[in-house]
């Protein structure tokens, strides 16, 4: 999950530069197609490695329920490894071609496009959208219905462990149910932009002939491509809605960012009648003592 992060992270920063650059309206047509070539390429590239990780993710599950062999047990770390470098490696190559004819129209410079659709461009755009999308939907589908009819037909034994081993398995079912989650999350959010994809290739015509012609087509291709390329932005969110591990680590770490947290009011009363019950002290001391504990609340009071 490390590559997905670092992939995630420099997305980001790509778009909101491009973003910034967007919002400023300064850019002229090199600028435009440098704009959309350098965040298109990272914002696609990131996707296919999430997509992507969570096949691994759906494999690795599959097998630690059913291993298969000792191989994928003793090697599985170096497996995995090689796995998430493989992914990053074929997405960022799957992806380079848009580098080349992701370009602006002199006339509308915000407008990422791609002016001219040759049959070449064509056939490369249905192949990124097999590679990118319905692979791994498919892949996804078929490994998490292997795993969760597995699931069903696994009988916990009766034995002095069958306790720790039915939380063990609940645990693990949370897991597979968190991980489905968030692939269907995935498939339901970007499959309108592909479609409208395979759409754009067989028909050959660009973002600006789509406009020009259709604005209710136009409409749905643009809000599609905004939210399949805002993935990366709603990655963080879809963990935190699915994943509780995720979400105890987030709180942490809010709470160890925040400079001072807001202390709760001590009853006075409460504290000086278990004082005296406990302790013969003196009027005077359990006075001193209240008067210190109220400037002591009043000093971490928010």
Not at 222 to 241: C, D, E, M, Q, R
């Amino acid at each position: 999950m490390r590559v997905t992060v670092i992939s995630d992270i420099i997305c980001t920063i790509a778009s909101f530069i491009g973003y910034i650059q967007v919002a400023s309206r300064q850019l002229d047509y090199y600028g435009g197609t440098m704009m959309c070539r350098v965040s298109l390429y990272f914002t696609f590239t990131s996707y296919g490695i999430s997509m992507m990780n969570l096949c691994l993710i759906g494999i690795d599950r599959y097998y630690s329920m059913k291993p298969f062999s000792n191989v994928y047990g003793r090697n599985k770390n170096r497996i995995l490894i090689f796995g998430e470098v493989a992914i990053a490696i074929s997405s960022a190559s799957v992806t380079a071609p848009v580098i080349v004819f992701v370009r602006v129209h002199h006339n509308d410079t915000l407008q990422c496009d791609i002016p001219e659709i040759t049959p070449s461009i064509s056939a490369y755009l249905i192949a990124f959208t097999i590679i990118e999308f319905f692979l791994p939907a498919i892949l996804i589908i078929v490994i998490y219905w292997k795993i969760i009819k597995l699931q069903k037909s696994y009988i916990t034994p009766k034995d002095a462990f069958s306790v720790e081993r039915e939380e063990d398995s609940l645990r693990k079912k949370r897991f597979i149910k968190m991980l489905l989650s968030i692939s269907v999350s995935y498939i339901l959010i970007s499959w309108p932009f592909f479609a409208s994809m395979v759409g754009l290739a067989i028909t050959r015509q660009s973002f600006m002939d789509v406009r020009m012609n259709n604005i209710g087509y136009f409409l749905l291709l643009f809000f599609s491509l905004a939210v399949t390329t805002s993935t990366v932005i709603l990655n963080p969110f879809i963990y935190l809605k699915f994943d509780k591990r995720i979400r105890y680590g987030s709180v942490k770490l809010i709470k160890r960012l925040i400079p001072y947290q807001c202390t709760r009011q001590i009853d006075i009363n409460n504290f000086n009648s278990a004082i005296s019950n406990s302790y013969p002290l003196k009027v005077e001391h359990s006075i001193y003592l209240s008067n210190l504990i109220n400037s002591r609340t009043s000093q971490n009071k928010c």
